[in-house]
């Protein structure tokens, strides 16, 4: 299966990252991708106005998402990607959506808000309250997680215990001291503690970093991004999971319970 990572500088204007959004999705059908992983908060953003994603929060049936969905009627590709959709008055939940053949076939509320590094995620945005469910693309099975997520084993253990082989993110990657290190420390780490893919999309910009990576289960890195906008593949082989996992057998040989939601 071929997957591919586009990242672009999110703009202040809604109608333009969507028609980039649906740009991307054409370009990696056309190269063969079954999967297109693109970047978080999706709708807008400005970099001298840090609350523009919540306050052009829109609904799973606005204007954004209907053109992403017309597109995804042209063909089999599933697109994943992050919105804000509105909670309740000046609120928004940060929502990962997947997106094939003009449906929305799952959606997740971001569970750990951004709560670090002197930005506080939840001032505006809610967190969400229930496991992502596993999607499945041409056999093989996906785990979704978005950003800060990727910082918490037990959320990555968990979906690769239920069965992931794949763990996608999109990510907006907050520029800053040894964050670019974090970020390539974290997805290896991931890769390693589940024996799993990571199919990341960075966001660029002037704030975040992009640098979009795919690791395979081994924690090799076989395809990356630097800053500048652009779209990228790789393979996923089912036959490298299988190797992973009898190379490194790390979900059988864990002596901890599985890790629960609080």
């Known amino acids: 299966m071929y997957v591919a990572v586009g990242q672009f500088a999110v703009s202040p204007f809604w109608e333009e990252n969507a028609r980039q959004c649906v ?16 970047p978080e908060a999706l709708l807008a953003r400005h970099d001298q106005d840090p609350d523009l994603s919540v306050k052009s929060a829109q609904p799973l049936d606005g204007g954004f998402l209907q053109l992403l969905l017309d597109e995804s009627q042209r063909n089999q590709l599933t697109t994943v990607l992050t919105v804000h959709v ?7 939940a940060n929502t990962l959506v997947v997106l094939r053949e003009g449906k929305i076939i799952a959606n997740y509320a971001k569970l750990h808000l951004y709560d670090a590094f002197t930005v506080q995620e939840s001032r505006l945005v809610d967190p969400g309250s229930q496991i992502p469910p596993l999607i499945n693309v041409e056999g093989i099975k996906l785990g979704l997680m978005t950003c800060y997520d990727i910082r918490f084993p037990e959320m990555a253990l968990n979906l690769a215990l239920a069965g ?20 390539a420390t974290l997805l290896t ?19 975040n970093i992009g640098q979009s990576r795919i690791v395979d289960p081994l924690g090799v890195t076989i395809a990356a991004a630097g800053e500048a906008p652009g779209l990228f ?7 490298r999971i299988a190797q992973a996992r009898r190379q490194l057998p790390v979900l059988t040989n864990r002596r901890f319970a599985p890790p629960q939601l609080m």
């Open 23 to 38: 740009a991307l999705m054409a370009q990696a059908a056309r190269q063969g991708a079954a999967l297109l992983v693109l």
């Open 86 to 92: 509105p909670t309740t008055e000046g609120r928004a």
């Open 164 to 183: 992931a082989e794949v763990l996608v993110l999109p990510a907006a990657w907050v520029r800053g001291p040894l964050k670019e290190h974090h970020w």
């Open 233 to 239: 593949m790789a393979e996923i082989d089912p036959e």
């Open 189 to 207: 780490a991931r890769a390693l503690d589940t024996t799993c893919y990571i199919v990341a999309a960075g966001e660029c910009g002037n704030k």
